[in-house]
Each structure stands twice: as C-alpha cells, then as structure tokens.
C-alpha cells in the first residue's frame, strides 16, 4: 500500500470511529433524560402523596400522562385511577397500581415495602398545635 492509501484508511477509519461514538452518546443521553424526567415526576408524585387534594399532588399527577406515555402499564393504571375519580368512588386500589406502575417503569423495586406504605405516607404535622407530638417514651405540645 501506499502512503496516501494509508492516510485514507486512517482519516475513515476515524471518521466512522467519531460518528459511531456520537451515535451512542446520543442514545445514551437521550435514555438518560427520558429516565431523569420519569423519575423526577415520579418523586413529586411521591413526595405529595400526603395531600392528595393539593395543587403540588395535582400538578404531578397530571404530567403522568405525558412522561410516561411510553408504559401502557402506567396509562393504563392512570385511567383506571382517573376513571374511579370521576365516578366519586374509593380509588385506593388503583392509587396502589399506579404507585407500582410507575416505579416498574423506571426499575425501581418496591417489593420490600407492603401496601400500606403507598398509601398512608409520612406525615408528622399534627393536626392542630394543641395536640401532642409523641416523641418515645415522652410527650410534648406544640407551642
């Protein structure tokens, strides 16, 4: 071979190396986008669970349809959620679904938690200042 064949094999063989090596960080990045945004709604969906009539639960909720619009798991849950809503009937079930659905669509496991954590989240506001905070063995009132 000769020299100006070498430099074409070399400048190709770079060229394609470069492209193949964009490509793939692209999908990469795309994927982990994708996976940063579906968790990001899934935490604020978490994260308000606690007051299922609020504005921050409410605003998370109605971004599901359109993250996740690549699960069918997740929308379908979610229409069996919203549909339960409407008719006014107890939509614990389907909360619960679409709690499980969604943690199935970013991998995340939940198998070490029963149900009832889904569904009763944190919450240590007491309800007015006078009632008493359990603190272990002591209790105090809110001041």
Not at 28 to 38: L, N
Not at 62 to 82: K, M, P, W, Y
């Amino acid at each position: 071979m000769d020299i100006t064949t070498n430099i074409i094999v070399t400048l190709v063989s770079s060229l394609i190396s470069g492209i193949v090596a964009v490509s793939i960080s692209i999908v990469y990045y795309r994927h982990y986008e994708k996976r940063r945004t579906k968790i990001d709604t899934l935490k604020r969906f978490f994260a308000n669970r606690y007051d299922l009539k609020g504005d921050e639960f409410s605003r998370a909720i109605n971004e599901i349809f359109v993250i996740f619009h690549d699960s069918e798991e997740v929308l379908s849950a979610l229409r069996a959620f919203h549909q339960r809503i409407i008719d006014k009937q107890n939509s614990e079930d389907e909360l619960l679904s679409l709690h499980k659905a969604m943690c199935n669509a970013v991998n995340i496991g939940f198998d070490k938690f029963n149900d009832s954590f889904f569904l009763r989240p944190f919450n240590t506001r007491p309800d007015s200042r006078d009632q008493p905070i359990e603190c272990g063995e002591h209790t105090k009132r809110r001041l």
